[in-house]
């Protein structure tokens, strides 16, 4: 508690000031989202609400921002359109069953995110390479980027148009001026945001100057949203009552709220990495699944779209000052504050200044370094950084992650497979040693396999594994098998130094081979990397 208090308390005039910052770039973003998955605007801001507010003050990672975000508006699309259809069709037609559907939906969601954090699936985050991590960072700014560019058109007749002549010249001249006071403020002072004072500063001259640009307001309002005014976050009743219509749905719920988890734990603890890079410091990726999940489940009771943690937004935050878990809290409630209270002020915001803060989020996002080291590190590394910036900016950011994982762990298989030795030599009782070298498991068991010569070898064998583990249950069974054919062939077989664990693994299964494997071994070698192996364990 009193760490807690000490984080509310330590920074309070920047995570205060970056807080509002972040507030203001969440209502467009919150309200496209919305858009994209078919619902009203409203709906996309209280989940942004909700999900800041609880991440806030519980998530593993100070400063870092969460809400209604574009990954799972698009997981959201079939489900909600889906439950539409059914309500159309049934005898007493109900409408929006599809959104009653994602609050059902959000239920599950929170369950298994807060399962996850409880069985500490957090930590696997740790695995992700360094090129995968790379990647992601640069596809999710050129998908930030792309994103920005919808803000460029205008809706005519019911068509999505460029933006053209004055009209796009103003919004490039703003989106210049915002940049601009973003690049060079920091130069002259720190003590005030410099995103926070661009929007301020814009938006000041486009109202008082009487100039006509595209605004919050006129951004809802073109997507088909009544405005940004609204009461308070209610209570879904409702949809416990709706539980009879999922009879033959229920496949579809539950695939979508497993694939809605997977997707926000994914993006979540991607952004507390990468957040943990920026501020040098460590967040909890356990943690942070807990209050995704339990963020999730109060958006399905109370009327939210749910989702996860918003890259872009958290560096703003970070970028701006805000270290805290005030940040994150402050923004949530100001969201909130402009629902009930500053609608008609906030919607008058122009869109220029917002897009503008992020295309500086996209400058300071993307690794430009990249540039430089391409030709520098391992080809298999290059082409998995590439790859997953490619595939971050085609599909979606979890399918990337999980791509490029798979594509390093091919290739760190691959290359330790080939690393495989086998030492051979002959003792003065004419029994033959091979002395492994080099890790034994599911890539290498061809390559151990061919190692070996049974006809030719002589009547003692000894297999030294004083340099080689045996990794998995693959290379427990090659063991085995290699053991067999020499006693097969009527030879004496001993293994030497293998680890305890592979002793036990192998007596498990076979109680034989006690008389096989030799334990009293005279080598100090052994017996310091034994003990290092135990105490890793």
Known sequence: MKQIFRNFTFNPKDDILSGLTVALALVPEAVAFAFVAGIDPLVGLYGAFMMGLVTS???????????????????????????????????????????????????????????????????????????VMMGFVNGLAIVIFLSQLGMFKTT?????????????????????????????????????????????????ITIFGGIEVSTVGSFIRDGGGQGLKGSLPEFQFQIFGLIDTLDGHWSLILSTAFLL??????????????????????????????????????????????????????????????????????????????????????????????????FMVVIGTFAWSSFRILNKIPLADAVVLIAVS???????????????????????????ATKIRARKSTKSNGTKVYEIWGPLFFGSVQSFNSKFDVKAD???????????????????????????KYLNAGKEVKLTHLSPECKMLLLKADQRFDKYIESSIDDPRYHVVTDLVDREV
């Open 57 to 131: 003050l519980f998530g593993g990672r100070p400063g870092m921002i969460s809400g209604a975000t574009g990954a799972m508006a698009v997981v959201m699309v079939h489900l909600i359109q889906k439950g539409n259809e059914v309500g159309v069709a049934m005898a007493e037609p109900i409408q929006n069953l599809g959104l009653q559907w994602l609050f059902i939906t959000l239920l599950f969601v929170g369950v298994i995110q807060v399962l996850a954090g409880v069985l500490k699936l957090g930590k696997f985050v740790r695995l992700i390479p360094h090129p």
């Open 156 to 204: 005519v007749d019911g068509q999505q148009q460029w933006i053209q002549g004055m009209e796009l010249y103003t919004m490039l001249g703003l989106v210049g001026l915002t940049m601009a006071i973003m690049w060079l403020l920091p130069k002259l002072t720190t003590k005030v945001p410099a995103a926070l004072t661009g929007i301020l500063v814009v938006a000041a």
């Open 261 to 358: 988890a997977a997707v926000g734990l994914i993006e979540s603890l991607m952004t507390l990495n990468l957040v943990d890079d920026l501020t040098e410091t460590r967040g909890s990726g356990n943690r942070e699944c807990v209050a995704q999940g339990g963020a999730n489940l109060l958006n399905g009771l109370f009327g939210g779209m749910g989702g996860c943690a918003m890259i872009g937004q958290s560096i703003i935050n970070v970028n701006s000052g805000g270290r805290g878990r005030l940040s994150g809290f402050t923004a949530s409630v100001a969201l909130l504050l402009f629902i009930l209270f500053g609608a008609e002020y906030i919607e008058q915001i122009p869109i220029a200044a917002l897009v503008g803060v992020m």
């Open 390 to 416: 490619a595939i971050t900016v085609w599909q979606d950011l979890a399918v990337a992650v999980i791509a490029g994982v798979i594509m390093s762990a091919l290739v760190f298989a691959w290359q330790n």
């Open 458 to 484: 002589p009547q003692q064998v000894e297999i030294d594994f004083i340099e080689s583990r045996v990794s998995d249950q693959s290379g427990m069974e090659a063991l085995r098998n290699i053991v067999d």
